[in-house]
């Protein structure tokens, strides 16, 4: 996989939440937008964080195993975990699109299973370009502003979803594809090669 500048921005937050996770202290960003919280201290982080191996989660009724990785954990002062999430943009909006709050749903829900106690409240930390700012005076930094949006996130819908991808996992043949869908459009105008 090619190391991206959002695999950078990533990266670089994970060790400067780290340094706070190992104080036991709030993030400068965390202070600045009066989140009552520090990063959560366990000795599951860096297994929770990794791509392949993440948050599990065996579900019985289905016989899948569901995980995720998680950027980060803030546990707030009255004891829940809150779930976070690093993005990089240069956009001039940082927009919780629906997929972002999908997967912060679904790490809830998968913390939730592990016997957590999960607040309904995530965090998006926006690592957004300071266009402003150039590349630094022959330095070639460029600088980012760290930007915190709440989500509030309902996973009530993940247990019938993957009781419904079990019923199609099931199936003899693969269903028609939906014409509205939009990744159905794609994968039937996608040359294969």
Not at 1 to 23: C, S
Not at 29 to 41: G, L, R, T, Y
Not at 138 to 151: H, K, N
Request: glycine share 6%.
């Amino acid at each position: 996989m090619p190391y991206t500048i959002n695999n950078a921005v990533d990266y670089l937050l994970k060790q400067e939440f780290d340094v706070h996770r190992e104080k036991g202290t709030a993030h400068p960003v965390m202070k600045k937008h009066a989140i009552d919280a520090v990063p959560f201290n366990t000795p599951e982080i860096n297994k929770w964080r990794h791509n392949f191996t993440g948050v599990q989660h065996q579900h019985a009724p289905t016989d899948f195993l569901v995980y995720g990785a998680v950027d980060d954990l803030w546990v707030n002062s009255d004891g829940r975990i809150s779930v976070v999430d690093y993005k990089a943009t240069g956009a001039n909006q940082h927009n919780i699109y629906d997929s972002y709050r999908r997967q912060m749903e679904i790490y809830q829900w998968l913390l939730r299973q592990n016997g957590l106690d999960v607040s309904p409240t995530g965090y998006f930390v926006f690592a957004k370009v300071n266009k402003g700012g150039g590349f630094g005076f022959g330095t070639a930094a460029l600088s980012f502003d760290l930007i915190i949006e709440p989500l509030e996130g309902d996973n009530s819908w993940v247990e019938k979803a993957i009781k419904d991808a079990r019923k199609i996992f099931d199936l003899e043949k693969s269903p028609e594809a939906n014409p509205e869908c939009e990744y159905c459009i794609y994968a039937k105008n996608t040359t294969r090669i």
